[in-house]
């Protein structure tokens, strides 16, 4: 884990995000060892996928906090409005509490942000209605003045994160970024922690490797 985000961080990635939740005692050694490697600089962000309980989580959040943890997902199921709004009241400031990825339309966004459940919702175009749902996502997010992070598949999220002024940042998510390359050409390659959208391609600016995905054909 720390030789995967110290990769990361040599690419010039200033926010690496790791899997919590599986062992609570353990986590905490995890994520001490997690800052070590990477340095005072980089933003450490966590991902429990709903694992903790309420209470559990809090504690977390608050023995994150010496290891400069940022941002804290999902530290209970998205389901749980109630806890997350919780857990969001009392983890330390400095940890945002994010949620959303499962998000199918606008009235679970809408719930999540009545909610007060998050400090940053996550949306994914590849689950929420496609763009047409980003955007709803996105503008109920200026509405709240909530941020938008976009979950998974990064070369979606390039175009319609800076056409969407709620977006902060889109997950470039590891499994996702080796399929992306497998199949399309024209993926954006992160410069200096930035995606950047190519202007010289119409639309996405990817192209199917038509060959190279006969491959996955069923
Ligand atoms: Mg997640």
Known sequence: MQKQL?????????????????????DKRRVAAARKSIGEEVDL????NGAYSRKQAIAQAHAFEQFGVRWFEEPVSSDDLEGLRFIRNHAPAGIEIAAGEYGYDVDYFRRMLDAGAVDVLQAD??????????????????????????????????????ATPATRHAEYFHDHTRIERMIFDGVAEPGAGALRAGLDQPGLGLILKRADAQNFAI
């Open 6 to 26: 110290c990769g990361w961080v040599e690419q010039g990635i200033s926010r690496v995000k790791m899997k919590v939740g599986r062992d609570a005692k353990v």
């Open 45 to 48: 962000f966590v991902d429990a």
């Open 125 to 162: 175009a590849t689950r929420c209605c496609g763009f047409t749902g980003f955007l709803q996502a996105a503008t109920l997010c200026d509405a709240y003045h909530v941020p938008l992070s976009s979950h998974c598949a990064p070369a979606l999220h390039v175009h319609i994160g800076c």
